[in-house]
């Protein structure tokens, strides 16, 4: 069993995918610093000097100054700046992911055609094996 384990382990898919997953964090990190410390601030100063990730919503009552003072008290909020942030932030990878496939499906080459394994009968236009030397059809000789 260690044996078949070591060899699944081991195989290229797997060690790709492990990979991917690796560079997909890493790259997920700099998407998120890039809506947040890129994007968002022009945005919000456009917006009339908005700081998104401020942005929520007291369930409370007591109006607290900042996302992080309410945290700081343990007061409910809906922090729907930050969730703008993260959907910017999940749109931006998927994008990027959707071009990197596109990339690698137009680096490969089309599969090649599979060889013809019928022809069509010259008399009756019907489909027969390529190594009939009769029509099955129209019993006509080929």
Known sequence: MLKEFKEFAMRGNLIDLAIGIVIGG???KIVTSFVNDV???PIGKLLGGVNFADLFIDLSGTNPASVQAAKDAGVPTLNYGAFLNTVIDFIIVAFVMFLVVKAINKMKKPAPA????TKECPYCKTEIPLAATRCPHCT???
């Not at 599979?114 to 394994?117: L, Q, V």
């Open 140 to 142: 006509s000789q080929l």
């Open 39 to 41: 994007v968002m601030p």
């Open 26 to 28: 890493a790259f997920g």
């Open 114 to 117: 599979a060889a013809p394994t």
